[in-house]
């Protein structure tokens, strides 16, 4: 049956779009389905930002994003130091020769950049702004029912439409959802030292509190992860209060810290779908997979899935094979879902370790950042395991990948 498009994408925010220029330049036809029309970036820092890994930065580049993502405002971690009670695990991009371990860019920078590459490939379409009312999933050919009435017919529907995704509950894709019982609160704060480039994260018995320093020296964005009723005792607060509550919980080691931005509070929850893929849709991102954002891997996590697909869909079209086939889609899924569990387990269980009120758990949490500030091998190991330097990568997560 013929189609309008080989391959429709709901959702275009960083992982959609990022699938989308994956597939820019090659021979499948893509629809880009995105209700949120573009924000021109202003003056004023955003107050949502991503830590963007050195194997995210590599994608970007591949795809030729990345040099509109304005350099100049991104700040970037050379350090990490992080902290609980008197044990300290430190990390330095230096140890493994890179010149940083991490950029923090606005997450509407990212978005800006993407949309404007992908309007550069003759087979992409964007349609924004468009909201999927329908889906339709037949034996070969997946309609899409826009809210203007519009009805779009594929071979394969992507579903980068977040935690709640439409398409992962079309497809009838179980979703195991467990609420971590906190909240993290987001703001921009200024810090009267130098914050020298240098990620600080405090775990505190109500969760953890991360300094991500920006490209101003004296701003850094806090994610401060508190238990529920810890979270909106502080969101109650004005902002001197706040500060107050929050410089006691950080310490003095940047001297005074004062808010200035507003502050928002996201519940927590782990999610993870019991499959990536269905009968001709498959998932992506958040619609796949969520995390604690303590490591700041989530986003990162999502770009490696849009690559990866990016990859088995390109190939596929190579040899001709029906993009919704099951076979090719659990290659995706093999691919990725190790990886993103791993993950889950890791950030998840670090919450709980150091967010235990039993404090022979905590004291070994604790013990454990000691010993492993003793073991460079081992430090170094999780600095290239977090930064995408070892492991299985998609070939646009390579760096200096030639075209």
């Excluded at 993502?69 to 609980?84: D, K, P, Q, T, Y």
């Excluded at 020769?97 to 509407?108: M, S, V």
């Excluded at 468009?130 to 034996?139: D, F, P, Q, R, S």
């Excluded at 931005?261 to 849709?281: C, D, K, T």
């Amino acid at each position: 049956m013929k189609t309008d498009y080989d391959i429709i994408i709901s959702g275009g925010g960083m992982v959609g779009a990022t699938l989308a220029c994956a597939l820019g330049g090659g021979s499948l036809k893509v629809a880009l389905i995105e209700s949120q029309v573009i924000l021109p970036v202003q003056g004023g820092q955003d107050l949502r930002v991503s830590a963007i890994t050195p194997a995210s930065r590599a994608v970007f580049e591949n795809i030729g994003a990345w040099t509109g993502m304005n350099s100049a405002r991104h700040g970037s971690i050379e350090a990490m130091h992080i902290w609980e009670g008197d044990n300290a695990l430190n990390f330095n991009s230096a140890d493994i020769g890179e010149p940083c371990l991490a950029w923090i860019i606005e997450n509407r920078l990212l978005v800006n950049a993407l949309r404007q590459r992908l309007e550069q490939f003759s087979n992409i379409t964007l349609l924004c702004p468009a909201k999927v009312n329908a889906i339709e999933i037949g034996e070969t050919v997946v309609t899409t029912t826009l809210a203007d009435g519009r009805r779009i017919r594929a071979t394969l529907l992507v579903g980068a439409d977040g935690a709640e995704s439409q398409v992962r509950q079309a497809a009838g894709i179980d979703w195991k959802r467990h609420d971590l019982g906190q909240a993290a609160i987001v703001a921009n704060v200024h810090v009267e030292r130098d914050h020298e480039r240098i990620a600080r994260q405090h775990f505190l018995s109500t969760g953890p509190l991360a300094l991500l320093p920006l490209a101003d020296p004296h701003s850094v964005s806090i994610v401060w992860s508190a238990d529920t009723d810890r979270a909106h005792a502080l969101m109650a607060l004005d902002d001197r209060l706040f500060e107050t509550e929050l410089q006691e919980a950080f310490g003095v080691s940047l001297g005074v810290l004062k808010v200035t931005s507003e502050r928002i509070a996201i519940p927590l929850a782990l999610g993870f779908a019991q499959a990536y893929a269905g009968h001709r849709v498959v998932l992506v991102g958040d619609a796949a997979h969520t995390v604690h954002p303590l490591a700041g891997q989530g986003v990162n996590l999502g770009i490696l899935d849009a690559a990866t697909l990016a990859e088995t869909l390109s190939d596929a079209a190579v040899s001709r094979r029906d993009l919704g086939a099951n076979g090719l889609l659990r290659r995706y899924e093999r691919a990725r879902k190790g990886a993103d569990l791993g993950m889950q387990a890791v950030t998840g269980g670090l919450r709980y370790v150091f967010g235990s009120q039993l404090q022979g758990i905590r004291r070994i949490g604790s013990a454990g950042l000691g010993l492993s500030e003793r073991l460079p091998g081992l430090k170094n190991f999780l600095m290239r395991r977090a930064s995408g330097l070892v492991g299985e990568l998609p070939r646009l997560a390579r760096r200096h990948l030639n075209y």
